[in-house]
């Protein structure tokens, strides 16, 4: 098999913030560093693969799947953004578009005897992400990071950087108004929106639920944000000159509502994936 390596990408400093450039991956999200992971220990002989995802996981797929030769299909919702769909097709993935497209994809998995990469189960993926908390702790010790979080696999595998650790940054899990299925165990939120621009940010099926609350009560906080301050975070790091998602933008848009700058001297945004506006 092919060798394949994730990039150790650039902090920033603006404002007193540190930003953790992850939309520079190779496929444009931190989702390579655990897609990565679990394509180096796949089967032996598998040509073909499957995913549900929101975007970016599939996208990951699609792009290191290409260059092991590997068939990827990715199962969507019908209301995946366009500009997400179009990457994936110049990506020459197989898009599968359903309403239940985990469900989908696990008996289409199971039916054709494909393996199935969903990171939010696989300790492969979550060592994977387990990179990006070593980067973090040997470059910057953070004091707090902040992490939009869907299934919340990043953020638990960048925790086990910590393990061994008694002194911990606090792990921030930020959430949107228009989805908090996580966040809402651990403050009150504000009436629910319709719709969010965090659009990766949608996760129904949480497999590590219990854990990842255990893990934000006993070492973090969580943070709800709403759209209008995730369009102001976005203006503020295009401004900047950092174009990048919505979802990096609802980290920044946390870090200023809790004045997280005036708590921490090294507080981190993780910014998760780039901008297909």
């Known amino acids: 098999m092919k060798v394949l390596k994730s990039k150790k990408t650039?902090?920033?400093?603006?404002?007193?913030?540190?930003?953790?450039?992850?939309?520079?991956?190779?496929?444009g999200s931190v989702k390579?560093?655990?897609?990565?992971?679990?394509?180096?220990?796949?089967?032996?002989?598998?040509?073909?693969?499957?995913?549900s995802s929101s975007g970016n996981a599939g996208i990951s797929l699609a792009y290191w799947g290409r260059r092991l030769g590997l068939t990827?299909?990715?199962?969507?919702?019908?209301?995946?953004?366009?500009?997400?769909?179009?990457?994936?097709q110049k990506l020459g993935a197989k898009i599968h578009i359903s309403p239940r497209a985990l469900s989908e994809s696990i008996r289409f998995a199971r039916r054709y005897h494909f393996p199935h990469l969903r990171q939010s189960i696989s300790v492969w993926a979550r060592n994977g992400f387990r990179s990006l908390g070593e980067e973090l702790r040997d470059e910057s010790a953070p004091e707090a990071i902040f992490f939009p979080v869907s299934s919340g696999t990043t953020m638990l595998g960048v925790s086990e950087a910590w393990a061994d650790s008694k002194k911990k940054p606090v792990f921030v899990l930020v959430q949107t108004a228009g989805h908090c299925p996580l966040a809402r165990h651990l403050v009150p939120c504000p009436p629910r929106e319709k719709n969010t621009l965090a659009t990766a940010l949608v996760a129904k099926y949480i497999p590590c639920q219990k854990e990842i609350l255990t893990l934000v009560k006993s070492y973090?906080?969580?943070?709800?944000?709403?759209?209008?301050?995730?369009?102001?975070?976005w203006q503020w790091l295009r401004q900047e000159g950092i174009v990048t998602s919505f979802e990096g933008a609802a980290a920044v848009a946390a870090a200023w509502q809790i004045k997280a700058t005036r708590r921490w001297q090294r507080p981190v945004c993780l910014l998760t994936g780039k901008y297909y506006g």
């Open 220 to 233: 973090g906080q969580a943070v709800v944000v709403r759209n209008a301050e995730i369009g102001a975070a």
């Open 32 to 51: 390579d560093r655990g897609m990565i992971a679990q394509l180096t220990h796949l089967p032996p002989g598998r040509r073909e693969v499957v995913i």
């Open 10 to 27: 650039p902090l920033i400093l603006k404002h007193g913030l540190y930003l953790k450039r992850e939309d520079q991956q190779p496929s």
């Open 72 to 88: 990827a299909h990715i199962f969507v919702s019908p209301k995946l953004p366009s500009e997400k769909k179009e990457r994936l």
